[in-house]
C-alpha cells in the first residue's frame, strides 16, 4: 500500500492506491498535545490541545461533563507563551471578538511547537 500526498487537491487529503484502487482519505489530526497531570488544574483529568486542519481546539475534560472550544485559524488573532524558568508553561490563544483559550501544563517544547503550527496556519 503506498501513501503520498498530492498538491492538486484543493484541501489536504492523502491518496492511497492499493492493488489499482484509488481512494481519497481525509488527513488525521495535525497533532493532540495532552497536559502533564502535576500541573495546577490538571490532577485528575488533563487537558488537551488539538491542532487540525480546520484550527485548534481545547478540551477539558470532567467527571460528569467536558468542556471544548474550537477556534478557526481565521479567527486567530495572536499567540503567546508563559514560560516560567520552572514548572510547566501556559499558552494563550487570544481570537478577534471570541476571548481566549489559555491552556496550562505543558513543556516549553510543546508550546512553542503548538505556537510554530498555529502561526503557519494563520
Known sequence: MQCEARSTVPIDL???TNGGKEA????PP???FIAARLAE???VFPSKIIIDQQGVTL???GLFSGNEKTIPFNRISSVDID????????IIIDTTGEGNIRAHGFTK??????KAMILEKI
Do not use: C, D, H
Open 109 to 114: 517544547a510543546e508550546v512553542i511547537r503548538m
Open 83 to 90: 514560560s516560567p524558568l520552572v514548572g510547566y508553561s501556559t
Open 14 to 16: 492523502y491518496f492511497i
Open 41 to 43: 488544574g490538571n490532577r
Open 59 to 61: 478540551k477539558v475534560p
Open 24 to 27: 481519497y482519505l481525509p488527513s
Open 30 to 32: 495535525m497533532e493532540t
